[in-house]
């Protein structure tokens, strides 16, 4: 079986594409009306959990147990995260679409850069519908974005916190109770920066280094939007 390296030449062609799909999609959707983007919105979000539920059934089909391919990674989560943005209005989208955007639309990102299916073909069935899926999860929040639907604000850094903390203690209840490694909580995808975190904290306090490595990584994004927003002010 072939397989493909991170930042190969494969994966950076991959890559390259989905950066210029993407980039043409956010010029085209920003241009749209209110009413076919929302639509746009929930297709995509349909397609995504579709393509999810398609490759799962490959895994099974290949002869994979279901309780390893429940939908609890933070991508699969995620998913259904974009399914409440496109189907609700008002507060409630917005802070779906934010929670998309500063915390799903980023670990999504990161599966593209550090994907852990390069064990199978680039262009196999299921690593199409792997890059697939997370790829319209880091368009559709940056189409709410580009589209002024959501307004990031240093107000809403607690969304992401209060997500977290519905999500992660039962996940990690069932982590523990199936030996499941959901949302990377247990020990991170090898070639990640997940592993980088581990090495340097270790088993003990993987959990307090993963939560810093959030910490972080929202502080930055809401700098960074917050500093677009002053200069596009000016």
């Known amino acids: 079986m072939t397989t493909f390296s991170h930042f190969g030449p494969e994966h950076i062609g991959m890559l390259i594409t989905i950066a210029v799909i993407v980039v043409a999609g956010l010029l085209i959707t920003r241009r749209s009306n209110r009413k076919n983007a929302q639509r746009t919105a929930l297709i995509l979000a349909v397609i995504t959990l579709a393509a999810e539920l398609f490759q799962d059934f490959l895994l099974v089909r290949e002869g994979g ?9 933070l991508c699969n989560i995620g998913i259904f995260v974009n399914l409440l943005a496109a189907l609700t209005k008002g ?16 670990g999504s990102l990161g599966a593209l850069l550090f994907p852990d299916w390069t064990y199978r073909p680039l262009l196999s069935t299921i690593s199409i519908l792997c890059f697939l899926t997370h790829t319209l999860l880091v368009f559709i929040p940056l189409m709410y974005l580009v589209r002024k639907s959501v307004r990031v604000s ?5 969304y992401s916190y209060l997500f977290l903390a519905l999500v ?17 909580l247990m020990y991170p995808p090898k070639s ?14 993987y959990t307090a280094g993963l ?4 910490t972080v990584l929202l502080l930055l994004e809401y700098l960074v939007y917050f500093l677009a927003a002053k200069a596009s002010k000016k």
Do not use: C
């Open 65 to 73: 147990n279901i309780i390893n391919f429940l939908p609890l990674h």
């Open 211 to 214: 939560v810093l490595f959030i």
């Open 91 to 106: 507060k409630l989208q917005s802070y779906f679409a934010e929670v998309s955007l500063v915390l799903i639309a980023p």
């Open 168 to 184: 992660v203690p039962p996940i990690r209840l069932l982590n523990e109770k199936a030996g499941q490694n959901y949302m990377y």
């Open 192 to 205: 990640s920066p997940l592993e980088w975190i581990y090495n340097q904290t270790g088993d003990t306090y």
């Open 154 to 158: 240093f107000k809403h850094f607690w």
